[in-house]
């Protein structure tokens, strides 16, 4: 599909270097009786070198044309699914007893709320590789105290072990975005090192935290513990949300899961 005019409403930039394409492959490793679940395939970039490995591949694509393009090709190891990938239920698509491995080169527009998404499910996957821009792939590996570690980098470190692993160059898209992009694994645990009583309790503290990042701990929490509560968790309260490690905050909303409970 030579002639195929990239969308902006879908966030469309096509990955064509081939030494990049490559360098996923490796990194991805795919095996031949592992169910593999591509979002977003453009044109095939991923795709076609993917096949080369693996039996088969299912693909969830939301763009009508490039729907048919797969469809037309009647290529009986390619499953289309026309699909928002953010209302994928991962368990209708998962047909063996492999975990899934995700793949995408994501919309920047959508790789936040979608990678929450996915990690309803982390039981479901076996590890996720997804082209994403630097700059969000830095939040999502960053580690306390960088200015750059959020709720978004608690949130997945929390479910997943994170690794940035290369940096993508504008020049290696049609056409170039404005930004770098980066390739991150993620890899759900199979047992967490640390373990919220209540997620909901961990989620709600997360989010409050970092709406309130500027302020200390003692007001940040507000609600959730109390200076007493902090200093149990022998966490000093005129810290800062950003300088807590995700096992700090699994200590405070446990002491919290407890209050609710009493």
């Known amino acids: 599909m030579q002639n195929y005019q990239t969308k902006k409403r879908f966030g469309q930039h096509f990955l064509h270097d081939s030494a990049i394409i490559h360098h996923i492959i490796l990194s991805i490793a795919p095996k031949a009786n592992e169910q593999l679940l591509e979002i977003g395939p453009g044109l095939g970039a991923l795709t076609f070198p993917l096949l080369e490995k693996s039996k088969t591949l299912d693909v969830i694509e939301i763009d009508r044309d490039i729907i048919k393009f797969f469809n037309d090709k009647n290529d009986p190891r390619i499953s289309v699914h026309a699909m928002d990938a953010l209302k994928v239920d991962l368990s209708s698509l998962q047909n063996s007893t492999h975990p899934l491995r995700i793949v995408g080169n994501l919309p920047y527009n959508i790789s936040t709320p ?57 020049e290696a898209f049609k056409p170039p975005p404005k930004v770098n992009s980066a390739v991150v694994r993620l890899t759900p645990w199979q047992t967490k090192p640390y373990i919220a009583n209540n997620f909901s309790t961990f989620a709600s503290m997360v989010n409050q935290a970092f709406q309130k990042r500027r302020k200390s701990l003692r007001n940040a929490l507000k609600g959730h513990v109390d200076i007493s509560d902090i200093e149990q968790a022998n966490i000093n309260p005129n810290l800062r949300p950003e300088n807590l490690s995700v096992a700090d905050f699994v200590t405070l909303s446990n002491i919290s899961s407890t209050k609710e409970k009493d």
């Open 114 to 170: 979608l990678i929450f998404h996915l990690l309803k499910t982390p039981e479901l996957i076996q590890d996720m590789h997804f082209m994403l821009q630097k700059e969000v792939v830095d939040r999502i590996t960053a580690s306390p105290s960088n200015k750059l570690y959020g709720r978004l980098s608690i949130m997945v470190q929390y479910t997943c072990k994170t690794e940035s692993l290369f940096h993508v160059s504008p």
